[in-house]
C-alpha cells in the first residue's frame, strides 16, 4: 500500500545543482525515517543520507557538505538537495526507508552529471 515516486533528476553539468523529490503515499512522514540511496551502473547500492524521525540529519562522507536532505511532513516528501555536483555522483537515486524495514523500491531517478 506504501509508494515511493522519486522524481528530480536529469542531465547536469559538474558544478551545478539538483533537487529531487521523494513523495510518500500510505504513510505518516512526519514519524519515519527516510533515507536517500543511489546506484551506479555495475555497483552496489549505497545510501547516502538519512533523515530520522526526530529531523537529525546523516550524510555519507563523499556527500557531506554538497547534499541536504529535509523533509515537508504536510507533504508527505522527502527532499534532496544537490550541489557542487560531480561525475561521480553521477547514479539512480531512491528513497526508501532507513532503521527499519524497506517498503517496495520506486523507479527512482536518473541524475547524471557530464564532463
Known amino acids: 500500500q506504501v509508494q515511493l515516486v522519486e522524481s528530480g533528476g536529469g542531465l547536469v553539468q559538474p558544478g551545478g545543482s539538483l533537487r529531487l523529490s521523494c513523495a510518500v503515499s500510505?504513510?505518516?512522514?512526519?514519524?519515519?525515517?527516510m533515507g536517500w540511496y543511489r546506484q551506479a551502473p555495475g555497483k552496489q547500492r549505497e545510501l547516502v543520507a538519512h533523515?530520522?524521525?526526530?529531523?537529525?540529519?546523516f550524510y555519507a562522507e563523499s556527500v557531506k557538505g554538497r547534499f541536504t536532505i529535509s523533509r515537508d511532513n504536510a507533504k508527505k516528501t522527502v527532499y534532496l538537495q544537490m550541489n557542487s555536483l560531480e561525475p561521480e555522483d553521477t547514479a539512480v537515486y531512491y528513497c526508501?526507508?532507513?532503521?527499519?524495514?524497506?517498503?517496495?523500491w520506486g523507479q527512482g531517478t536518473q541524475v547524471t552529471v557530464s564532463s
Open positions: 533523515i530520522t524521525d526526530g529531523g537529525r540529519t
Open positions: 526508501n526507508r532507513v532503521l527499519s524495514s524497506s517498503y517496495p
Open positions: 500510505g504513510t505518516i512522514l512526519s514519524i519515519y525515517a
